[in-house]
């Protein structure tokens, strides 16, 4: 028992391991399978296999740099996505103290202080000056 943690570690010598990408194939293996629960359907069990069977291939891979690549090209496609979801988080955490504007200029998001009534802003990345309402 006692060199049970270095077998662990000698089997995952110049393997991949987990990533941005495991941890997301994770999440959606388990939202599969817990829809699967209730719906029961042969596709989607099969779906679910095959995000398991991919998530473990990865994980357990040799060829690090073309699973390296992989994440890579997973990052590109989701930075819309986790950045759209990481400012809905900023938004939730500070909604006591800030409210959210879009620049009408650049369509940036402008973080401000709660100030009730009309402001005008500066937009730190155009620098237009921008008339801002805060009601509430
Ligand atoms: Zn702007």
Redesign the pocket.
Known sequence: MPNWKDKMIRMMYGRYGADTLYAFLQVLFWIVFVVNLFVRSSILSLFSSLILVWMLFRFFSRNIEKRRKENECFLRISKPMRSFISLQKMRWRERKNKRFRR?P??K?ILRLPIKKGVHVAS?P??H?DVKVHIWW
Do not use: A, G, L, S
Request: net charge positive; charged share 10%.
């Open positions: 620049c200029y650049c940036t937009c990345k155009c237009h």
